[in-house]
C-alpha cells in the first residue's frame, strides 16, 4: 500500500475565471469594468484557460504515472510466481 497522490486541482476555466473576478475587488479597487469587451477581463480569461490546461496535463501524467507503477508491479509479480514455480518443480539434489 503506497502513499496516495494529492488530489490537484479540477476546477473548470469557467469557475477559475468567477473566482479571479471576484478578487479584483480586493487587489484592485480601481478597476471597474468586468464586461467581457474589457483586455483585462480578456486577460483573467485567458489566464485561467491556461491554469486549466496545465492542472489537466499534471492531472494526466499522474494518471500515467500510476498505470505505469500498475504494469511493472504486475511483470514483477507475474515473473517472481513464475521463479518461484520454475524453483519448485526442480528436484533439489543437496
Do not use: H, K, Y
Not at 469557475?15 to 473576478?21: D, G, K, R
Not at 471576484?22 to 484557460?49: A, K, Q, Y
Not at 517472481?80 to 518443480?89: C, F, N, P, R
Amino acid at each position: 500500500m503506497g502513499i496516495d497522490e494529492p488530489r490537484i486541482d479540477d476546477r473548470g476555466s469557467g469557475s477559475l475565471l468567477a473566482e479571479l473576478l471576484s478578487r479584483i475587488p480586493v487587489n484592485s479597487p480601481e478597476w471597474t469594468d468586468f464586461n467581457e469587451s474589457d483586455p483585462g477581463v480578456t486577460l483573467v480569461g485567458l489566464f485561467s484557460f491556461l491554469t486549466e490546461s496545465l492542472l489537466w496535463q499534471i492531472d494526466e501524467r499522474q494518471r500515467r504515472r500510476r498505470r505505469r507503477r500498475r504494469v511493472a508491479l504486475l511483470i514483477a509479480g507475474t515473473v517472481g510466481i513464475g521463479l518461484v514455480l520454475w524453483t519448485s518443480g526442480r528436484e533439489w539434489n543437496g
